[in-house]
Nanobody
Framework: FQLQASGGGLVQPGGSLRLSCTVS????????VGWFRQAPGKEREAVAC????????RYTDSMKGRFTISRDNAKNTVYLQMNSLKPEDTAVYYC?????????????????????WGQGTQVTVSS
């Protein structure tokens, strides 16, 4: 079982990036994938989550508007589209998976809900 986050890099303020999280070897019929980030000297914070079965989505309030989470089940990949990036978006971005008790359970942007974590991808917003 593996989560592979990719797509990070250096981007100028106002630019965009799309991060990818590919999940392999995970045999559950439904689960949630969340994106989190950790800036230097700060605690890790949630960005958004999405369920693989029905596409239910939840964003941390401060992330609404500029960030969009989506999924491609055929590719076992979840994306995080980030627009109008700001220097304060600089962080290591992680994806993680969470078990869901029922197919209709919503995904949660609560770090403790997530069991498996990818290695992270660095996003640096700087001119």
């Amino acid at each position: 079982f593996q989560l592979q986050a990719s797509g990070g890099g250096l981007v100028q303020p106002g630019g965009s990036l799309r991060l990818s999280c590919t999940v392999s070897g995970f045999t559950r019929d439904y689960y949630a994938v969340g994106w989190f980030r950790q800036a230097p000297g700060k605690e890790r914070e949630a960005v958004a989550c999405i369920k693989t079965n029905d596409g239910n989505i939840r964003y941390t309030d401060s992330m609404k508007g500029r960030f969009t989470i989506s999924r491609d089940n055929a590719k076992n990949t979840v994306y995080l589209q980030m627009n109008s990036l700001k220097p304060e978006d600089t962080a290591v971005y992680y994806c993680a998976t969470a078990w869901l008790p029922r197919p209709i359970s919503p995904c949660r942007t609560v770090e403790a809900s997530y069991e498996y974590w990818g290695q992270g991808t660095q996003v640096t917003v700087s001119s």
